[in-house]
């Protein structure tokens, strides 16, 4: 049997929570670090969460034990991509370029996870990929 190596992708809604110490979020982190999971935010994320006012403090106190994963031209490419395709069949009008950078960021590390607070949307831009939607 090989070690499969996974890496866990928080998006906003659970960066927001674990910063708020959310305890479903909190036990989820601890669980995936002692099975030796990668977990990472990507760079968009902290984008979509931070604001510029003191509550960006817990925010920044999760970025201190949580690598952030930068948005290159490959993750980019990629989730136009997905975004192109997810947004030609869905109903509801919704920009997912956020979602989708975050789904594109899995698929470079698949197999991985994703913990989201919109599985719907997520498991649609990342189809059949070996990404695992973890809903909170």
């Known amino acids: ?11 906003s809604e659970a960066l927001s929570q674990l910063a708020n110490q ?3 979020i909190v036990e989820r982190i601890e669980a995936a670090r002692r099975l030796d999971y990668r977990v990472i935010i990507p760079g968009v994320v902290v984008a979509e969460v931070m ?7 817990l ?16 993750i980019a490419a990629t989730a136009g991509g997905l975004r192109y395709r997810a947004e030609s069949t869905r109903h509801k009008k919704r920009d997912l370029t956020v979602d989708s950078i975050v789904a594109a960021t899995a698929l470079k590390f698949e ?12 498991s649609l831009l990342v189809g059949s990929h070996d990404v695992i939607v973890d809903g909170i």
Do not use: H, Q, Y
């Open 22 to 24: 959310s305890s479903r």
């Open 111 to 122: 197999p991985a996870v994703i913990v989201t607070a919109d599985k719907a949307d997520m």
């Open 59 to 74: 925010i920044w106190r999760v970025l201190k034990r949580v690598p952030v994963e930068p948005t290159d031209t490959k």
């Open 51 to 57: 604001n510029g006012t003191t509550k960006d403090a």
């Open 1 to 11: 049997m090989s070690d499969v190596f996974r890496t866990v992708i928080l998006d």
